[in-house]
């Protein structure tokens, strides 16, 4: 099983700024997305975080708006840049090793964008 | 991705059974049919998966029609704490592919 954490937790940001999540996985995983969650809403896939490349994103998502970083096996960013209040919503972390089945998931970070 | 059509929500009685329906009338052969929930204010969990057979394990289990073409994910005994949102997925059991999200089904439990 694989344990992960986001830092921080909740925050509130102003209009204009950037955020950056942290996300950190107790073992090492093969695959590592990133996922948001808008208010009453499903999950939607932002990117799957590549080591050591450039991220692959869904479509609707680019990279100036939600840069990714993947320095290593148990270790990913997301920035959330130039924010509004319509990217207020819970940002997931997720990971997966390769050949298994389950798909874990971090507590997520509550934005919210004044 | 092939499709899930689920119920939007469902009520359940405590300490009776629940069983949650989800069509899948396109998936392909090589589609796993998996069961997540996501508790309130915590990330999406892993309850069970299966491919063909029916599928037990401590939390559910899961009832695969013989077309694959609908599964029911049983729960046995209802509690509080079974009070979430359930999500059908189907996904190719290659190490690359990452889960993706349907609406799923609110269960609400009663005590």
């Known amino acids: 099983s694989a344990v992960i954490s986001q830092k921080p937790s909740r925050d509130i940001c102003q209009r204009g700024t950037s955020l950056t999540i942290q996300c950190q996985v107790d073992?090492?995983?093969?695959?590592m997305f990133w996922y948001r969650q808008q208010p009453g809403q499903s999950l939607t896939l932002i990117a799957t975080a590549n080591q050591g490349s450039e991220a692959t994103y869904e479509s609707g998502f680019v990279i100036d708006k939600f840069p990714i970083s993947r320095p290593n096996l148990t270790f990913s960013t997301l920035t959330v840049s130039n924010m509004s209040p319509e990217d207020s919503s819970i940002y997931l972390c997720?990971?997966?090793?390769?050949?298994?089945?389950?798909?874990?998931f971090g507590p997520g970070t509550r934005l919210t964008v004044t | 991705d092939a499709k899930t059509t689920q119920p939007n929500s469902m009520e359940s009685n405590e300490e009776e059974p629940v069983h949650l329906p989800c069509n899948h009338s396109t998936i392909s052969g090589t589609d796993y049919i998996h069961w997540y929930r996501q508790l309130p204010s915590q990330g999406p969990e892993y309850v069970i998966h299966?491919?063909?057979s029916n599928v037990n394990n401590r939390m559910a289990s899961l009832a695969i029609a013989e077309d694959r073409k609908s599964s029911t994910l049983i729960l046995h005994r209802a509690t509080l704490r079974d009070a979430a949102v359930y999500y059908c997925i189907l996904r190719i059991n290659s190490g690359n592919t990452p889960l993706v999200f349907g609406k799923g089904t609110r269960l609400s439990v009663i005590a």
């Open positions: 997720s990971a997966r090793t390769g050949g298994f089945y389950e798909q874990y």
């Open positions: 073992s090492q995983v093969t695959m």
């Open positions: 299966g491919l063909t």
